[in-house]
């Protein structure tokens, strides 16, 4: 399905707002081996085409106590932009029945995961993958038009900002008030919640909007070929230290067991206000080393963070398909979804490939 979502009427409002160059992450910054385990792959599925495609995934959930078992990636798809930028995905079921879904916007280098959460879970996954893109480079495009990156300013100090400085400030606002106008709808027309994860691919840098449970992971190479992990997202629930301290918890309270932010759920956030659907947003800028980043349902990361990247990156160099690797590493019957992105060393240079941002106006038409 080829989806076009309405502009509609952007809301500003307050989100967490990260921005670092990669490295050693102190909550994982582990290198995986150089020599990786074989494992039998799936070929990738399929070819990506131009614009905004949606696929999906359903699984329900393992019982506990039941032996390990290695789900199949059933469905996917795959393809090169003209930047070089490789994308990968896949997931665990059939489109028939599913609560998880993946958006793929070729032109304008962005890519989603939407986990439905609860009962009509799905429904506000599905609005919200073909929502996002659109809505996120429209409320880019207007940045730009209000604030040209020669007049724009540090809105705390006042101090002119740089080229490269002003266009992460307007993607930085770009992705807040497209989340917001996203959850604004999604209260207002959807009766479900979702989590959601947002990656566009820029010249200045690679954006990462995240909400829910979900997770992104970065992996770079490094010169002796083993790979760097690196989180790119911190999934919102008790587990999250920033999660317990927002939420204020009186004596007695604990945090609830599932996501405390997500778009959409109106019902859930009437009756427990502490419920919200802000995003975390991170700027990482390129390397210049090859760099897989894997977006994911929660379920791909229950054994870890490093076993869906070394599944990604055995994949690849065998020349699979790291996205269904990554679909196939998690428990069987999870209901999941995984995009795998292997983006080029040196994206950030001066023969840099992408489009100029300039041209995301282009990629709406």
């Known amino acids: 399905l080829i989806l076009y979502a309405n502009p509609g009427e952007s809301v500003i409002f307050h989100c967490t707002i990260m921005s670092f160059t990669m490295g050693r992450c102190p909550a994982v910054g582990s290198r995986l081996p150089k020599q990786l385990s074989r494992r039998v792959q799936r070929p990738g599925v399929g070819n990506g085409l131009p ?27 795959s393809g090169c932009s003209e930047s070089s930028v490789r994308y990968y995905a896949a997931r665990s079921r059939e489109a028939n029945d599913t609560k998880s879904y993946f958006a793929i916007a070729e032109k304008l280098h962005q890519f989603i995961v939407a986990d439905g959460y609860g009962h009509n879970g799905a429904s506000c996954a599905a609005f919200s993958a073909g929502h996002l893109p659109r809505q996120i480079s429209r409320e880019f495009v207007q940045r730009a038009q209000r604030t040209p990156r020669g007049v724009a300013v540090d809105p705390m100090s006042g101090i002119k900002l740089g080229a490269e400085d002003a266009v992460a400030d307007a993607w930085k606002d770009a992705l807040a008030e497209g989340f917001a106008e996203c959850e604004r709808s999604a209260v207002q027309g959807q009766k479900g919640a979702c989590g959601a994860l947002f990656c566009a691919v820029a010249r200045s840098g690679l954006y990462v909007g995240s909400i829910g449970i979900g997770r992104v992971v970065i992996g770079t190479e490094e010169a002796d070929a083993s790979v760097l992990c690196d989180e790119a997202s911190n999934p919102h629930c008790a587990a999250n230290s920033n999660e317990a301290r927002r939420w204020i918890l009186n004596p007695g309270e604990s945090l609830p067991s599932g996501p405390t932010r997500f778009l959409g759920g109106e019902d859930a956030k009437r009756k427990e206000p502490r419920f919200m659907g802000f995003p975390d947003v991170v700027r990482l800028r390129h390397a210049s080393e090859r760099r897989y980043v894997i977006m994911g349902s929660a379920d791909i990361w229950a054994d870890g963070l490093e076993a869906p990247v070394n599944a990604a990156v055995q994949a690849y ?49």
């Open 317 to 365: 160099r065998a020349g699979h398909s790291p996205a269904d690797a990554v679909v196939e590493q998690s428990k069987v019957d999870s209901d999941v979804v995984a995009v795998v992105l292997v983006l080029p060393g040196a994206l950030g240079t001066e023969h840099c490939q992408l489009p100029p941002h300039e041209d995301i106006a282009l990629g709406l038409k």
């Open 51 to 77: 614009g905004l495609h949606l696929q999906t995934s359903w699984a329900s959930h393992q019982s506990e106590g039941q032996p390990r078992k290695t789900p199949r990636a059933v469905a996917g798809t």
